[in-house]
Nanobody, 121 residues
Framework: QVRLVESGGGLVQAGGSLRLSCTQSGRPFMDLDMGWFRQAPGKEREFVAEIRGLEGEYADFVRDRFIISRDNARKTLYLQMDTLAPEDTAVYYC????????????????WGQGTQVTVTP
C-alpha cells in the first residue's frame, strides 16, 4: 500500500512563493511516476506537473513559475511555486502511479489527502 502525505501549503500574497512536499511510503519510490494536481472550489481537478526521471512535464498555465522535483533517497516529491497568483488558490494533491499520459488523473493509483494553497491579492 502506497501512502502519500503532502505538506507546505498555506496562505501567501500574490507574487509570493511556496514549496510543497509529498513524502511517499510503501513502495520503491523510483518505480513511480509522481505528479501534482490541484482542485479549486467548484472546479474539476486539473493537472499541474509530473516527473519520473529528472525532467518534469507541466501544464500550460504553469508558465515557468513552478518547478517539480524529486529526491529519491528521501522518497519525497516537491513543487516549488513562484510568482503565485490568486487563481492558483486550490487544494494541491500529490499523486503516484505508473502512467502513460501524465495529465490524466485516472491513471494515478495513489493520492494524498491534499494541502490547501491560498493566494490573496
Amino acid at each position: 500500500q502506497v501512502r502519500l502525505v503532502e505538506s507546505g501549503g498555506g496562505l501567501v500574497q500574490a507574487g509570493g512563493s511556496l514549496r510543497l512536499s509529498c513524502t511517499q511510503s510503501g513502495r520503491p519510490f523510483m518505480d513511480l511516476d509522481m505528479g501534482w494536481f490541484r482542485q479549486a472550489p467548484g472546479k474539476e481537478r486539473e493537472f499541474v506537473a509530473e516527473i519520473r526521471g529528472l525532467e518534469g512535464e507541466y501544464a500550460d498555465f504553469v508558465r515557468d513559475r513552478f518547478i517539480i522535483s524529486r529526491d529519491n533517497a528521501r522518497k519525497t516529491l516537491y513543487l516549488q511555486m513562484d510568482t503565485l497568483a490568486p487563481e492558483d488558490t486550490a487544494v494541491y494533491y500529490c499523486a503516484a502511479g505508473s502512467v502513460t499520459t501524465p495529465s490524466d488523473s485516472h491513471e494515478y493509483a495513489y493520492w494524498g489527502q491534499g494541502t490547501q494553497v491560498t493566494v490573496t491579492p
